[in-house]
């Protein structure tokens, strides 16, 4: 009997020429070391810098790695970017990592381990800051995002915007429909609707890196006001009471 895929795991592109062929060689030294079975989405939200060539030369490799594309033909936002490698993939468990590997993805096995055992059904990488003067603030930005979104949403104090989630594609299929944000904030969005659907989530402790030595396309001005603005929207939608 054909043993299906354990893991389908979703790398989200835009503009990552830069640590593209490091981040995956990373990237598929720790998945070949786990020996989970497994396939790599790449989802390129309409990159302009030479992305798409490396993900197509990479999906053309051939042997035990098995690489699929989907290309967006405009940018549409992270959330869309991940939720359409969710529908894309083929494994009991579904997860994304951000490619930049800020978080490593040592730490992946295991995660996908708790859900492949059942003892729960989303495990998250809940992030502890190496502090350096130049994160400091947006670590103080996260924690503070965190409290103000379990305030007004019920988060539980989950770190929802962490771009290391591990789900299994059973449970979380009938839930992403209701998590409609295109853009950053979908991240928040399916931890609320997960928790809401009884989902048991766990959360185990990654160490964040930040890298300077690439562009961030994340404006703290910009989207600290965006935040706050779909906080309002979806706390109107849940209909929740202060």
Request: glycine letters at 8%; charged letters at 30%; a positive charge.
């Amino acid at each position: 009997m054909k043993r299906g895929l354990d893991l389908s795991l979703i790398l989200p592109c835009y503009n990552e020429a830069g640590l593209f062929t490091s981040s995956v060689a990373r990237i598929q030294s720790v998945l070949e070391a786990s020996k989970l079975s497994h396939e790599v989405i790449f989802v390129d939200d309409a990159s302009s810098d030479g992305t798409q060539k490396f993900i197509k030369d990479t999906c053309k490799t051939t042997g035990i790695f098995r690489y699929r594309a989907v290309f967006h033909a405009v940018n549409r936002g992270r959330g869309r970017t991940v939720s359409d490698g969710i529908r894309a993939a083929k494994g009991k468990i579904v997860g994304y990592m951000d490619i930049d590997c800020e978080v490593d993805p040592i730490y992946m096995p295991k995660l996908v381990s708790l859900v492949l055992s059942g003892e729960a059904d989303v495990v998250i990488g809940k992030r502890y800051y190496r502090t350096s003067p130049r994160a400091a603030l947006r670590e103080i930005l996260s924690r503070g995002y965190q409290w103000l979104s379990d305030k007004m949403i019920g988060t539980g104090g989950l770190d929802t915007e962490t771009g290391y989630k591990f789900f299994s594609r059973k449970k979380i299929l009938p839930v992403l429909s209701k998590a409609r944000n295109p853009g950053w904030f979908w991240d928040t969005e399916i931890m609320v609707y997960a928790r809401r659907a009884g989902l048991r989530i766990k959360e185990e402790p990654v160490l964040f890196l930040r890298r300077f030595d690439k562009h961030s396309s994340v404006n703290i001005i910009r989207d600290t006001t965006d935040y706050l603005v779909n906080l309002w929207k979806l706390r109107s939608q849940l209909g929740r009471r202060t």
